[in-house]
């Protein structure tokens, strides 16, 4: 059975500070592993997915990276800023839909 | 903003009664995939639903059931509602060319269901 995990489950940095989010899974046979946003109480805004095939994927001041043989995922935010407050969810999916560890909840502080 | 819309978007039930939550996929989309995401956890697969048939189910009761119509909308149903289905209720959808996983999948905002 899949398992995700992210560590640590709180940040709290200051502003302008680059970061990384972890993600790790038990079972490395994924078809790809997507990247979410959620502000509080709301749904999910996919931030970047990486196919099983790729090493990592960019957007903006976000890059992703995979690496499937160790079971793991970064999240890399650039000179965070206040808006990137909210949790950050990680997920795999292989033969039955997306798996999803708890998230990382990460508040910049201006 | 993804194209998949929710309703409602709060909903307040009492122990027992029966809940029918509705989505809207996004344009072109033919699989909605709905979740249950409990306060401070991640979201849990409950179904899936491709070209209108049940194509996978997670770990939950047979008092929650759905449906996905023609035109890949689709409905949570939840019936003899107890404390513990208080949670953010979230559809998915995506196109899948065949009945494969692996495609992104898109998010409404959810409906936050509450049971009193």
């Known amino acids: 059975k899949q398992e995700v995990t992210q560590i640590p489950a709180a940040l709290s940095v200051p502003e302008g500070e680059n970061l990384v989010l972890n993600c790790s899974f038990t079972d490395s046979a994924i078809y790809n592993l997507q990247w979410f946003r959620q502000d509080p109480g709301k749904g999910l805004t996919s931030l970047l997915l990486?196919?099983?095939?790729?090493r990592e994927q960019t957007s903006g001041r976000l890059n992703a990276s995979l690496d499937k043989s160790s079971g793991r995922s970064t999240l890399y935010i650039a000179a965070s800023q206040p808006g990137d407050s909210a949790t950050y969810l990680c997920a795999v999916i292989r033969d039955t839909p997306l798996v999803f560890g708890k998230g990382t909840r990460l508040s910049v502080i201006a | 903003e993804t194209g998949v819309t929710q309703s409602p978007t709060h909903l307040i039930k009492t122990r027992g009664q029966q809940v029918t939550l509705r989505c809207s996929s996004q344009s072109g989309h033919n699989t909605v995939s709905w979740y249950q995401q409990a306060l401070g956890q991640g979201p849990q697969f409950i179904f899936q639903?491709?070209?209108?048939?049940?194509?996978g189910r997670g770990n939950f009761p047979p008092r929650f059931s759905g449906l996905q119509f023609p035109n890949y909308s689709s409905e949570l149903n939840v019936n003899a509602l107890e404390l513990d289905d208080s949670a953010l209720y979230l559809c998915?959808?995506?196109?899948?060319?065949?009945?494969?996983?692996?495609?992104?999948?898109?998010f409404g905002s959810g409906t936050q269901l509450s049971v009193l």
């Open positions: 639903y491709y070209r209108e048939e049940e194509n």
């Open positions: 990486i196919q099983s095939s790729q």
């Open positions: 998915a959808s995506s196109f899948t060319p065949d009945r494969a996983q692996n495609e992104k999948l898109f």
